[in-house]
C-alpha cells in the first residue's frame, strides 16, 4: 500500500471553480508539504504544516489555502481556479527529526483549470 | 527565494556508461542537500543525501559530490541503466529542514 496517497489522480476543472486535493500519508509523520511542479521551474513550495496547529506559507500561496484537518491528512484548495494553476501537484511527508529529512512524495494530483 | 539550478536540463548517455548530473545552489548557509528522481506519472523518490559536513557520500551505485567552495553538487551514477532513465532533483535545505528549495531537472536518458 502507498505510503503517501493523492486524491484525485486527475482533475479538469473551469475557471472559477473551488477544487480540494487530499493527501493523506500512513507513515505518522508531522511534517506535510505541498507542491506544485510545472515544467522548467521544478517544484515549488505552497504551503507546510509540521503539526496539526501548524500551517505555513511556502513560495507560492497565493490564490491557495489549506486545512491540516488531522496529522495523516493535509488538504489543499483553490478556492476559485484559474488557468495558470493548471500543473502538477504533489503532497509530500517528512519525519522532521535530525538525522535524514528525507521527503516522501504522493503520486501527484494532475490539474487542469479551463 | 534561494537559486538552486542545473546546469544541463537534459543528458543522454549510453548503457554501462557512468553518468554525471550536475546542480549549482546560490545559498552558502544551505547545509544540507539531497538528490531525488522522478520517473513519468511518479512523485519525486529520495536517491541520496549529503550534509555539508562531507564532502563525498556514497550509495548503491550513486555518489553525491559537494564542492562547497563554488556552491556546486554532483551526482554521478555508475554503469548507467535503462531503469535509470528519469529526471533528477537536487534540492537543499538550511538548518531545521523547514523547506526545501529544488532545482529544475535534469532529464536523464539511457541509450540501450
Known amino acids: 500500500d502507498a505510503d503517501v496517497t493523492q486524491t484525485p489522480r486527475n482533475r479538469i476543472t473551469k475557471t472559477g471553480k473551488r477544487i480540494m486535493l487530499e493527501c493523506s500519508q500512513t507513515?505518522?509523520?508531522?511534517?506535510m508539504y505541498w507542491y506544485r511542479q510545472d515544467p522548467g521551474l521544478g517544484l515549488r513550495l505552497i504551503y507546510y504544516?509540521?503539526?496539526?496547529?501548524?500551517?505555513n506559507k511556502g513560495e507560492i500561496s497565493d490564490g491557495y489555502s489549506v486545512s491540516r484537518q488531522a496529522q495523516a491528512k493535509f488538504s489543499l484548495s483553490l478556492e476559485s481556479a484559474i488557468p495558470n494553476q493548471t500543473a502538477l501537484y504533489f503532497c509530500?511527508?517528512?519525519?522532521?527529526?535530525?538525522?535524514?529529512?528525507?521527503?516522501?512524495f504522493g503520486p501527484g494530483t494532475r490539474l487542469t483549470v479551463l | 527565494g534561494e537559486s538552486v539550478g542545473l546546469h544541463l536540463p537534459t543528458l543522454s548517455v549510453q548503457e554501462g556508461d557512468n553518468s554525471i548530473i550536475n546542480c549549482a545552489y546560490s545559498?552558502?548557509?544551505?547545509?544540507?542537500f539531497i538528490w531525488y528522481k522522478q520517473e513519468s506519472g511518479k512523485g519525486p523518490q529520495f536517491i541520496i543525501d549529503i550534509r555539508s559536513n562531507m564532502d563525498k557520500r556514497q550509495g548503491q551505485r550513486v555518489t553525491v559530490l559537494l564542492n562547497k567552495t563554488v556552491k556546486h553538487l554532483s551526482l554521478q551514477i555508475a554503469a548507467t541503466q535503462p531503469g535509470d532513465s528519469a529526471v533528477y532533483f537536487c534540492a537543499e535545505n538550511m538548518n531545521t529542514g523547514n523547506q526545501f528549495y529544488f532545482g529544475t531537472g535534469t532529464s536523464l536518458t539511457v541509450i540501450p
Open positions: 504544516s509540521f503539526d496539526v496547529k501548524d500551517i
Open positions: 545559498n552558502s548557509a544551505s547545509d544540507y
Open positions: 507513515k505518522g509523520h508531522d511534517r
Open positions: 509530500a511527508t517528512c519525519r522532521g527529526t535530525s538525522g535524514r529529512n528525507e521527503q516522501f
